[in-house]
């Protein structure tokens, strides 16, 4: 194999190796309800008074006081942990499909696995990411914390249009038992256990034979459009543009 393609190899296995936990973990945080991205606000309709007053009782059940700080606790990072070790042992060959090598060059790769070549260029690799794991989601813990009032509302708003009345009124006796109070305090917590981490640490070779396919489809999608601009392509006025929103000032010729 070529040199030059040894080097990106390897930074694109890493890179991919990350990738593929923090897709997870953002997936499994999506899986819970939480404010989307900010997007261009539309006029809606403010919801039936009566339905939105038994739904916020219901999101209260839903949403309990400290639930994201638990589920971004110990379970996630077990299920995290689980993740990064079912990555770790997949070929080193899914990476380099996704880098648009050639047949023959990942072939050559044989089974070899990101372990075994990250282990070579950091002994520590393992524990480093484990530590960095779990320090990041115990701050996200904190932050995701901060916003429960505001997906206690935004879960309240939402069961408000999609249920009538006497739906939601069959919630409330339900969550009202002690087999719908178990339930509205466990469900979301489930996504983060044993039995998901598994599942997903079993799907993920599937997921990286499926990659190269889903990346050439976004390719595919966008190859009628222009390249994106190269610093040298910018005119002085789109140069000047950018330095202005950036808020610095372009470089002085050195005086000499």
């Known amino acids: 194999m070529r040199s030059k393609h040894v080097g ?8 991919a190796l990350t990738a593929s936990a923090a897709s997870a973990q953002t997936a499994k945080v999506v899986a819970v309800p939480v404010p989307a991205a900010p997007a ?12 939105l007053a038994v739904a916020r009782e219901l999101a209260d059940k839903l949403i309990p006081q400290g639930m994201y700080q638990r589920m971004m606790g110990e379970n996630l990072n077990r299920m995290m942990e689980t993740m990064l070790g079912s990555a770790g042992e997949l070929p080193l060959r899914d990476f380099a499909q996704m880098g648009g090598l050639t047949e023959e060059d990942v072939a050559a790769l044989g089974q070899t696995t990101l372990r075994e070549v990250m282990e070579i260029y950091d002994p520590y690799w393992k524990e480093r990411q484990q530590r960095m794991m779990r320090l990041m989601m115990a701050e996200m813990g904190k932050l995701m914390s901060t916003l429960e009032p505001k997906v206690r509302v935004a879960i309240a708003r939402a069961y408000a249009r999609e249920y009538t009345l006497p739906e939601l009124q069959d919630f409330q006796r339900f969550f009202a ?69 950036l808020g610095t000032k372009a470089e002085q010729p050195a005086k000499k």
């Not at 990106?8 to 890179?15: D, H, I, K, S, T």
């Not at 261009?40 to 339905?51: C, F, G, N, T, Y």
């Open 177 to 245: 038992t002690p087999a719908g109070t178990h339930y509205a305090r466990s469900s979301m917590e489930l996504m983060m256990g044993p039995d998901m981490a598994q599942t997903m640490a079993e799907a993920m070779p599937e997921i990286m034979k499926q990659m190269p396919a889903l990346v050439q489809a976004a390719q595919a999608g966008t190859k009628d459009l222009p390249p994106p601009r190269k610093p040298e392509d910018l005119t002085p006025e789109q140069r000047e543009k950018i330095l202005k929103l």
């Open 40 to 51: 261009p606000k539309a006029q809606v309709s403010e919801p039936d008074p009566a339905r």
């Open 8 to 15: 990106f190899l390897f930074v694109l296995a890493g890179a």
